[in-house]
């Protein structure tokens, strides 16, 4: 495990295996795909950042890289992916062995340029696009959310407001005195000439004609864009104002319909004042919705209140008639501003539904933000949009504007990438022709992205006959290499080169190799991105099927066993906890989705796809700590045998996190005994459990849910709904003190016992 950390601090990559299996058949084997998944822009503190460009292959165009074998005598040096003799040029003729440029220093296997000596940054811009179809009580709480973020926006970045109900609104905030907005109807499709018509972008110049109106920005003066995209500190009271007198929308709605809530139409003109203002740079749509879209193109339910909104069942039953026109339309719209280079953020707070489900194409291939509340009151909400804006520790890091492209050995070709990307349809010999995710390119465009990005790679190994045996002539190495093109939170354009060696084995003896280098973590880690997308992509698909099968093939391939023979079974350390892994996984918010709604399970994945390994192995498999008068905080299995009277216990489940007192514990604080001086071991026993959750909570973003509760209490099911049903009841050994789960899951020893019956007759 050491190991596989070590490689990430060093690169930001965790793979499956980081011993690649030689041939195509031989990954079949193999189960888990040869994959990686890569934390884009992860800090690293002592990381060169070059002044100067890189240097390129001339043939394959990949970037100098420590992995270059380097002939100093004659200034040559040879690229790993293609082999072509590349020329140093004059600048570098001072290079020798003992006068390296930090490019190809072997621990630099990750680097930074600074592409373009440019120092004029251009300001981020933030458009926000407001529901107003919601309670007093809930436009209050926005409001103050929204006032308090406005304070925080950097004093440069250049501001929007639009706000949206039963009609559009967008907000004039340089027309001086004078309040001023454009009101487009919510129920019409509106293109984006036509919206620039009506907002006057035109009115004091001739119009371009026709053939020109793709180069429409060629049109707009400064002026016309500074009426409605403000530097922050210029509209800082325009902008108040406008909060201040925020209304609820104020069309009547009868007690039996649903609010006419506009929230395509908004964002769609939201797009469009952007694609013709700021095309090709940093800008972000931050959408505060409220409830669900009832008008205009991409509605989810009808107004009327007797019809539900779309269950998971309908989406199976292929019974939601509004989901796939909505799904088409944010598809365009996500196409619409990948184009422009502009991310969309949603921000869902609503007891109901509101559309997550629809809009996350949107979102994920812009590389939004999500966060998921059930009020803007509640402080999921307000802490994480406070943490986008506030720079400290913990900020995000917002980066703008990426381009990730891959290059490979030949013998590697590219499915795909699972996270938030979009294809920029750069096909080529490196791709392959089975598409995962955004596939079929070698090239994909991350309009938003931030330290906490992370991307899933997926590969196919293509060679088909045994590799030549090892000799002095042939290699036995794997290359890749990512780059990342992208404006810095400071503005400049940099690019991130990472490049990876891995070795291939094949024949008698490659078993053990695979096994050494697999990282268990990050296979899970793999299989929970790739089962969320099968469950999305394909039609029939039968996850729990899969995952199994895919278990016992993994187990009857690497483990130890006589066959026939379950008892004899045996997985190296190596191995051992990945069956706890999928079971879990089995069991998790990502596959079990009957329990969520489709906007909950839209927000989970958006999530799992875009975390790191560590934090999707909390995702799948909670962690759980135990405190106690006798034990310090310790890890305990994730069983329902770890409830006892005297615990406490915190549950992490990374998107809630759960402090449950146990009966007696909850009975001596009901009796105040922390607030008497004798009894000052049990106050410090009662604090670090919380002292413990806050610092998740500071870390985490969005920022989880917080769940404090007592054993029997109605809130301990945010506990009990993620432990091993070890003692159900079926069974008569319900400890005592402990807790029985009703429930028909197998536990994890019948699970087991299953895996290793199947595995040793395969
Ligand atoms: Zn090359």
């Keep these: 495990m050491a190991e596989f950390l070590d490689l990430e601090a060093q690169d930001g990559v965790r793979m499956p295996w980081n011993v690649f299996p030689g041939t195509k058949q031989e990954t079949t084997h193999c189960v888990v795909p040869v994959s990686a998944i890569y934390t884009v822009l992860k800090p690293f503190a002592n990381m060169p950042v070059l002044p100067y ?9 990949s970037i100098l890289n420590p992995f270059c074998i380097v002939d100093y005598l004659v200034k040559i040096w040879i690229c790993p992916f293609c082999f072509q003799r590349n020329h140093f040029p004059p600048h570098y003729a001072s290079i020798s062995e003992d006068n390296l440029p930090a490019e190809l220093f072997a621990q630099y296997t990750t680097i930074e340029y600074e592409t373009s000596t440019d120092k004029s940054t251009v300001p981020p811009v933030f458009l926000f696009v407001v529901d107003t179809c919601i309670i007093e009580e809930e436009l209050g709480y926005l409001k103050t959310a929204l006032s308090q973020a406005i304070d925080l926006l950097p004093d440069k970045s250049l501001v929007g407001f639009i706000t949206f109900g039963t009609y559009v609104h967008v907000h004039e905030l340089g027309s001086g005195l004078i309040p001023k907005t454009y009101v487009f109807r919510g129920s019409k499709e509106i293109s984006k000439d036509q919206i620039l018509e009506q907002m006057n972008f035109f009115a004091k110049r001739p119009k371009p004609s026709a053939g020109v109106i793709a180069g429409v920005r060629d049109g707009l003066s400064a002026e016309s864009i500074r009426r409605f995209l403000l530097p922050a500190s210029d509209c800082e009271f325009a902008l108040n104002s406008v909060l201040e007198e925020l209304q609820k929308d104020p069309w009547p709605v009868p007690a039996d319909q649903r609010a006419t809530r506009c929230t395509s139409t908004a964002l769609s003109v939201a797009a469009s004042l952007l694609g013709a203002c700021v095309p090709g740079s940093g800008a972000r749509i931050m959408t505060f919705i409220g409830g669900p879209s009832t008008e205009g193109a991409a509605a989810i339910v009808s107004k009327s209140l007797s019809e539900p909104i779309r269950s998971h069942k309908d989406l199976d039953k292929d019974s939601a008639p509004y989901y796939i026109k909505a799904v088409k339309f944010y598809e365009g719209l996500s196409k619409q501003l990948v184009n422009q280079g502009h991310v969309l953020d949603l921000f869902a707070c609503a007891l109901d539904q509101v559309g997550v489900a629809e809009l996350k ?40 504007n990426g381009i990730f492209e891959v290059s490979c050995s030949k013998d590697i070709r590219v499915q795909g990438v699972l996270g938030p990307c979009a294809s920029l349809e750069k096909k080529g010999p490196l791709c392959s022709e089975t598409v995962v995710g955004q596939g079929n390119t070698s090239a994909w465009k991350m309009c938003g992205l931030d330290k906490a990005t992370t991307l899933c790679l997926v590969f196919e190994i293509v060679k088909k006959e045994t590799p ?3 000799g002095p002539s042939t290699s036995n190495q794997f290359y890749l290499q990512f780059l990342t093109y992208y404006q810095h939170t400071n503005g400049q354009m940099r690019l991130r080169a990472t490049t990876l060696a891995r070795r291939w084995v094949d024949g008698p003896g490659s078993i053990q190799e695979l096994i050494a280098g697999f990282d268990q973590e990050a296979a899970a880690v793999v299989m929970a991105r790739l089962v969320s997308f099968k469950m999305e992509s394909e039609t029939e698909f ?20 006589q066959k026939d023979s379950p008892s004899s079974f045996s997985l190296s350390p190596r191995l051992s906890i990945f069956p706890q892994l999928m079971f879990h996984l089995r069991r998790s918010q990502f596959v079990q989705v009957f329990n969520n709604s489709p ?31 006798h034990l310090g905080p310790e890890p305990v299995l994730l069983d329902v045998a770890a409830i006892a009277a005297d615990r406490i216990l915190l549950l992490d489940a990374y998107f809630t996190v759960v402090v449950f007192h146990g009966m007696t514990i909850a009975q001596w604080r009901n009796a105040g005994y922390q607030n008497q001086k004798e ?8 604090g670090a459990p919380r002292d413990d959750a806050e610092l998740i909570l500071t870390e985490r973003f969005p920022v989880p849910r917080m769940v404090i509760c007592d054993q029997h209490g109605s809130q301990a099911r945010f506990l009990l709904a993620k432990l091993n049903p070890s003692t159900t009841y079926s069974s008569s050994s319900a400890s005592l003190g402990g807790d029985v789960i009703f429930t028909d899951d197998v536990s994890f020893e019948v699970f087991l016992d299953h895996l290793q019956r199947l595995a040793v007759q395969q």
């Design 53 to 61: 460009p890189p240097l390129r292959c001339r043939t394959c165009r």
């Design 361 to 400: 194409v949107a979102v994920e291939r812009t590389g939004g933000l999500v966060v998921l509340a059930e009020s803007f009151g509640h402080s999921v909400f307000k802490d994480s949009l406070k943490r986008i804006f506030q720079s400290s520790d913990y900020d995000l890091s917002l980066s703008f």
């Design 468 to 470: 030549e045996p090892i």
């Design 542 to 561: 039968d996850p729990i099927r899969w995952l199994d099968r895919s278990l016992i093939r993994l187990c009857a391939r690497f483990g130890d066993y």
């Design 599 to 629: 906007d909950e399970t839209a927000n989970f994945r958006m999530i799992l796809n875009r975390e790191n390994v560590a934090n999707s192995v909390v995702m799948i498999q909670p962690s759980l700590i135990s405190y106690s008068f």
């Design 679 to 686: 009894h000052e071991v049990f106050a410090q026993l009662l």
